[in-house]
């Protein structure tokens, strides 16, 4: 189901014999996943049973960021030596055209401290993936270019340009790639998808048509042109969901909201 060139790619350490700490670890982790879950935080995983080594894992914008309702894509590969080394991450949610925040590269590379990929705070025997689910959301934030080195207090105009610009390729790439192919590892989380896109639709909507009036106020250009697009591409993937799947959008609705129930019922 997983890519095994992904793995080939990333060296022998990454090739699926697990220790046998790596997969009680793995084992534990699950299990502690299963029991108190990031799904209330829009945070939704999925295991490989065939590849214990292979997990992947759809993380919602927080509201109030550029990025909100909007679903991001990961692949993680955990190392056979799991957890003296941290799991690899890559970001499958992207064109070879945007780049969403300073973090994540177009190419899918995910820089993050914990998992070796950028300055802070390292990886520990003692860290999680729940621990690495949970940066990787904090990396959505509401002025994602204070990301980027040197930039950690700005605040001029141009970080209003590059949230508005990552509020929209989030719904054009992100919001809408459930009408599109998707990679095998997120086939058991299409549903999921689904549901997602079912019950944020009018919210993208109010995102996209925000930029209808634009005229180059914020980006020193005619955003109109490049915009306009985004809007009626949405209402058609809803239009065709609806008519010609009407019977999997509603298992996928309930599919969605099921989760979220299970996961308000285990918190208490």
């Given at each position: 189901m997983f890519s095994a060139v992904f793995s080939d790619e990333l060296g022998e350490d990454y090739n699926g014999a697990l220790s046998v700490v790596?997969?009680?670890?793995?084992l534990r982790e699950q299990a502690a996943l299963h029991r108190e879950g990031l799904e209330l935080q829009g945070v939704f995983h999925h295991f490989d049973e065939a590849n214990p080594h292979k997990a992947a894992a759809v993380v919602l914008g927080p509201d109030e960021t550029p990025y909100a309702r909007c679903p991001f894509l990961f692949e993680f590969t955990f190392p056979n030596t799991y957890p003296m080394k941290p799991p690899h991450a890559k970001l499958l949610t992207r064109d070879g055209r945007v780049r969403f925040n300073p973090n994540l590269y177009v190419n899918g590379k995910v820089c993050l401290s914990i998992l070796g990929t950028w300055a802070g705070p390292s990886w520990t025997s003692l860290s999680t993936f729940r621990t690495v689910l949970i940066s990787i959301q904090s990396l959505l934030c509401s002025n994602p270019l204070q990301n980027e080195p040197g930039h950690e207090h700005e605040t001029s105009?141009?970080?209003?340009?590059?949230a508005a610009m990552v509020r929209?390729?989030?719904?054009?790439?992100?919001?809408?790639?459930?009408?599109?192919?998707?990679?095998?590892?997120?086939e058991p989380l299409r549903?999921?998808?689904?549901?997602i896109f079912l019950c944020n639709y009018s919210v993208y909507c109010e995102m996209l048509a925000g930029f209808v009036t634009c005229e180059g106020r914020l980006d020193r250009r005619n955003f109109r042109d490049s915009i306009g697009p985004g809007l009626p591409?949405?209402?058609?993937?809803?239009?065709?969901l609806s008519q010609k799947h009407a019977g999997a959008l509603n298992d996928a609705f309930f599919h969605y909201q099921k989760r979220l129930f299970e996961a308000r019922r285990s918190a208490f």
């Open positions: 790596a997969s009680r670890r793995l105009s141009d970080c209003d340009l590059y929209y390729e989030s719904v054009a790439i992100a919001a809408l790639q459930v009408g599109k192919t998707l990679p095998p590892c997120f549903a999921l998808l689904g549901g591409r949405s209402h058609e993937l809803y239009r065709q």
